[in-house]
């Protein structure tokens, strides 16, 4: 089911940005704080037209790009595939986690252009 919600004054976006809580799995790939390419699996928490949010324990920080590929419902494929949003952007706010060791929400300004694709 998808929850219609908008963003806190204090997130990105200023509360400007209407979207979604979006609980869907998806991984996120890019370079980390370290310099190191990785791969993670973690869970979509908002996204917009614009931006998008979702916890990492990999270290990130601001400027980095990272490529999210979102595993859509099952109910939007018409062939009975998996589809996968691919989409890239910039980390545009870090922030850490005090109940959660190690791990901090990060806050993705979109490129503009995304993939809608079946998994192959």
Do not use: C, W
Not at 34 to 41: A, D, N, T, W
């Amino acid at each position: 089911m998808l929850k219609q919600s908008f963003l806190d004054p204090g997130e990105a976006g200023g509360g400007q940005d209407p979207g979604f809580s979006f609980p869907l799995p998806m991984s996120v790939q890019g370079v980390n704080a370290h310099g190191r390419e990785f791969s993670e699996e973690t869970v979509l928490s908002f996204i917009s037209h614009e931006i998008s949010s979702f916890i990492l324990r990999n270290p990130i920080l601001v400027g980095i790009r990272l490529r999210l590929i979102i595993d859509l419902p099952e109910k939007l494929s018409l062939e009975d595939k998996d589809l996968k949003l691919v989409i890239k952007g910039r980390v545009e706010k870090v922030e850490p986690l005090r109940d959660r060791a190690a791990s901090q929400k990060i806050t993705l300004k979109f490129d503009g252009k995304y993939i809608i694709k079946p998994e192959a």
